[in-house]
């Protein structure tokens, strides 16, 4: 069973500051339809103007990744992290027991583009952690990349969840195939440009549900930047 779900059917938010895109059910945006998939419970794709941001705001209980596409975004805690994320970066939050953290586009020229992922933990308050890793572009071309694993394998971030998160950049005649174990389900995600995921066409914003198929095969890539979630 596959289900498309089209970047023109996410929900939309223009605060002026922050333009975002919501795959799933978020803040004023509720679609009882798309309320996640598995433990995957929010895509937001979000361009935060330059010199904004969002200010201090309180988390808990989920795992929080965020992806940055163009631009920097500066992030600070109540864990005492401080960082910039850029390009490469993947950044996960664990929010446990409650975290506070704000975002910033420290830019005053340039805005920032990222995607802000939450992922369901599969245990409830446990102590918050932070982690973020670079992962080049070479590790992504035409093959797909593990970023974040429940056992921070291949040198992925850790998700405390039994999920995977892949990430492939596809273009021209390069073709990536993932195997999905009989048990397993995926959703493909393309961040930018155009790919096509097991015959369907895709374009930038849009996704794919994927149950009960035995692989993931993404090809016919035009400068494409995709996410592949694996998940139980």
Same mark, same amino acid.
């Given at each position: 069973?596959?289900?498309?779900?089209?970047?023109?059917?996410?929900?939309?938010?223009?605060?002026?500051?922050?333009?975002?895109?919501?795959?799933?059910?978020?803040?004023?945006?509720?679609?009882?339809?798309?309320?996640?998939?598995?433990?995957?419970?929010?895509?937001?794709?979000?361009?935060?103007?330059?010199?904004?941001?969002?200010?201090?705001?309180?988390?808990?209980?989920?795992?929080?990744?965020?992806?940055?596409?163009?631009?920097?975004?500066?992030?600070?805690? %109540?864990?005492?992290?401080?960082?910039?994320?850029?390009?490469?970066?993947?950044?996960?939050? %664990?929010?446990?027991?409650?975290?506070?953290?704000?975002?910033?586009?420290?830019?005053?020229?340039?805005?920032?583009?990222?995607?802000?992922?939450?992922?369901?933990?599969?245990?409830?308050?446990?102590?918050?952690?932070?982690?973020?890793?670079?992962?080049?572009?070479?590790?992504?071309?035409?093959?797909?990349?593990?970023?974040?694993?429940?056992?921070?394998?291949?040198? %992925?971030?850790?998700?405390?969840?039994?999920?995977?998160?892949?990430?492939?950049?596809?273009?021209?005649?390069?073709?990536?195939?993932?195997?999905?174990?009989?048990?397993?389900?995926?959703?493909?995600?393309?961040?930018?440009?155009?790919?096509?995921?097991?015959?369907?066409?895709?374009? %930038?914003?849009?996704?794919?549900?994927?149950?009960?198929?035995?692989?993931?095969?993404?090809?016919?890539?035009?400068?494409?930047?995709?996410?592949?979630?694996?998940?139980?």
């Amino acid at each position: 069973m596959n289900a498309l779900r089209k970047s023109s059917e996410r929900g939309f938010a223009d605060h002026g500051w922050l333009k975002s895109f919501h795959t799933f059910s978020f803040a004023g945006y509720y679609d009882p339809k798309n309320m996640g998939y598995g433990p995957l419970r929010v895509i937001n794709e979000d361009r935060v103007a330059p010199g904004e941001g969002f200010g201090k705001h309180p988390h808990r209980d989920m795992e929080i990744i965020s992806y940055v596409l163009d631009g920097e975004l500066e992030h600070k805690d %109540s864990m005492g992290t401080g960082s910039v994320i850029r390009p490469g970066d993947v950044q996960r939050m %664990s929010a446990g027991t409650g975290v506070f953290h704000s975002e910033y586009n420290p830019s005053l020229k340039d805005s920032v583009h990222f995607l802000q992922i939450w992922i369901e933990p599969d245990e409830l308050g446990i102590k918050p952690s932070y982690e973020q890793k670079f992962f080049a572009p070479g590790e992504k071309r035409g093959k797909l990349r593990l970023l974040a694993s429940p056992d921070g394998r291949e040198g %992925s971030v850790t998700v405390h969840q039994d999920a995977q998160l892949y990430a492939a950049l596809v273009d021209g005649d390069e073709k990536v195939t993932h195997e999905l174990a009989q048990d397993r389900k995926a959703y493909v995600h393309v961040a930018r440009g155009s790919v096509q995921v097991n015959g369907q066409p895709l374009g %930038s914003g849009d996704a794919l549900k994927i149950a009960g198929e035995s692989e993931v095969v993404i090809d016919q890539g035009n400068k494409a930047e995709v996410l592949v979630f694996d998940m139980a």
